[in-house]
């Protein structure tokens, strides 16, 4: 099985800086992870997309976050990061790890699929 564990979240001023970071582990090894990204979901709203990162770099990001938030990602490491600058209220919301196409070995066996994290709280007062 893979885990995701997201870190770095917490409470900022508007303007203000966070980087959030989150690594993928598993109880066998991990073979490859097609793409990493992040999600958010604010108090009574759907999950919506932020950002994603391909195997290769390739990098999309919502509308709204553009030009303030940068994703990055270890492919060795098996870990990818938010940084997200000029944070504005409407940016609070817990915000989720993502990690797709994930092949794992356990023992002689391989298996793909999606994974998900915990969720970490960004709050950003006004």
């Known amino acids: 099985q893979v885990q995701l564990v997201e870190s770095g979240g917490g409470l900022v001023q508007s303007g203000g800086s966070l980087r959030l970071s989150c690594a993928a582990t598993?109880?066998?090894?991990?073979?490859?992870?097609?793409?990493m990204g992040w999600y958010r979901q604010a108090p009574g709203k759907e999950r919506e997309f932020v950002a994603t990162?391909?195997?290769?770099?390739?990098?999309k990001y919502v509308d709204s976050v553009k030009g303030r938030f940068t994703i990055s990602r270890d492919v060795a490491k098996n870990t990818v990061s938010l940084q997200m600058n000029s944070l504005k209220p409407e940016d609070t919301a817990i915000y989720y790890c993502?990690?797709?196409?994930?092949?794992?070995?356990?023992?002689?066996?391989?298996?793909?699929?999606?994974?998900w994290g915990q969720g970490t709280q960004v709050t950003v007062s006004s």
């Open positions: 990162i391909t195997l290769s770099g390739s990098t």
């Open positions: 598993a109880t066998g090894r991990i073979i490859s992870i097609n793409t």
């Open positions: 993502n990690a797709g196409q994930v092949t794992f070995a356990s023992g002689t066996l391989w298996y793909t699929n999606d994974y």
